[in-house]
């Protein structure tokens, strides 16, 4: 059993800054790749940022150079801090994981319950 717990969010003014965290529990053999997507109302899901085991990451092209995404492996846990808040950054934030359970069942996938990010003045 894999739980991904998030935190972090809430609720800030346009140009706040937030950091949300999300961290893997439980029966984990490797933690891959890991990642952070977002859901606004009445739009699909969409990635935001991923990065793989030994950093290398990847942004959504709406949050470059605003967004950072990190990890600490020893704490099986992802980062992403948020800067220059904008109202369109209003959305559930969604943590992802991909996670070896063991060597015969790889690559399985995770998700976080949410956190919500309210970006209002």
Request: proline share 2%; aromatic share 8%.
């Amino acid at each position: 059993q894999v739980h991904l717990m998030e935190s972090g969010g809430g609720l800030v003014q346009p140009g706040g800054s937030l950091r949300l965290s999300c961290t893997a529990s439980g029966s984990i053999f490797r933690l891959n790749d890991m990642g952070w997507y977002r859901q606004a109302p009445g739009k699909e899901r969409e990635l935001v940022a991923r990065i793989d085991r030994v950093g290398v990451s990847n942004y959504a092209d709406a949050v470059k150079g605003r967004f950072t995404i990190s990890r600490d492996n020893a704490k099986n846990t992802v980062y992403l801090q948020i800067n220059i808040l904008k109202p369109e950054d209003t959305a559930v934030y969604y943590c992802n994981a991909d996670i070896d359970l063991s060597l015969l069942r790889r690559g399985v996938e995770y998700w976080g319950q949410g956190t919500q990010v309210t970006v209002s003045s």
